[in-house]
């Protein structure tokens, strides 16, 4: 009998594939900027594949599938909020939700709003202000007052559809950092790790036709629930507590971005 034959929901079969590592997250140079912004040992990708065509409006089969599938269950990855410790999915998840994250962006000058209204000066330092609380986010420079504070000046310079963007989500994420994140005084590490971190993440391909680089990548960000409540990517829900699911179509492969807030990894 065919493992797809297996009652699967949605008909999707999935196999993990510990092989492929994400460089991104694990050369010395970002592994000691995510211990400064305490969020090493707490952020992890992973990488699944996938045997039907995926569809974006199947979205929803294709997630509740996923977190059914054998071959997942006993192999993802999410922090234990008692322990601390990785630990994998031990209950039965009933309901998904699955956001649709738009993925269209592929230049960083994407961010270069940031130097034109004087958040970032030209040299790359992050322009100060005097200290205000976003709960539970410190704000002390004008780069975290424009990407929490809904009612500042700078606010517009990135526009709602800007700011739903993965590449924006993703570096916003960096910049927030975990519970005990050191700041960075300039902006160039936010950018870097999170341009990385993208390119690790995303999929591009030529198109035939016209031979402009486009973006084959679906995004989804994604909760899961059992029949007590939310389960993944924890039980307590926080700005800084996620997983994305960045599926690739054609060849077939989910890679999983997790993170969960918390104190990360000190020395």
């Given amino acids: 009998m065919a493992a797809g034959e297996l009652g699967h929901s949605g008909g999707y079969y999935f196999r993990f594939l510990p092989q492929k590592t994400f460089q991104s997250l694990s050369t010395p140079e970002i592994t000691s900027r995510l211990r400064q912004w305490s969020m090493l040992g707490r952020i992890k990708a992973q990488a699944f594949g996938f045997d039907q065509t995926f569809q974006v409006y199947r979205k929803d089969d294709f997630v509740m599938a996923f977190f059914k599938d054998p071959n997942v269950i006993p192999n993802l990855k999410l922090l234990s909020d008692s322990s601390g410790q990785w630990i994998t999915l031990g209950t039965e998840v009933k309901k998904i939700e699955a956001i649709n994250v738009p993925c269209t962006q592929l230049s960083m000058s994407f961010f270069n709003p940031l130097y034109d209204e004087d958040i970032v ?51 916003k994420h960096l910049c927030l950092g975990g519970a005990l994140c050191q700041y960075e005084d300039v902006l160039n590490p936010y950018l870097e790790t999170a341009k990385l971190v993208y390119k690790d993440l995303v999929s591009v391909r030529k198109n035939p036709q016209t031979k402009k680089i486009q973006i084959t990548s ?25 997983s994305y699911f960045i599926v690739d179509p054609i060849i077939r492969h989910v890679h999983v971005l997790y993170h969960c807030y918390g104190v990360g990894e000190m020395s």
């Fill in 121 to 171: 000066r030209e040299n790359g330092h992050i322009v100060k202000c005097l200290d205000s609380f976003c709960d539970p986010f410190l704000i002390s420079d004008e780069l975290r007052k424009v990407l929490l504070v809904e009612d500042s000046e700078k606010y517009e310079v990135f526009s709602q559809p800007d700011r739903e963007e993965f590449l924006f989500c993703l570096f």
């Fill in 218 to 242: 679906s995004v989804f960000k994604v909760t899961a629930y059992d029949s007590v409540g939310m389960c993944y990517p924890s039980t307590k829900s926080h700005e800084q507590t996620f």
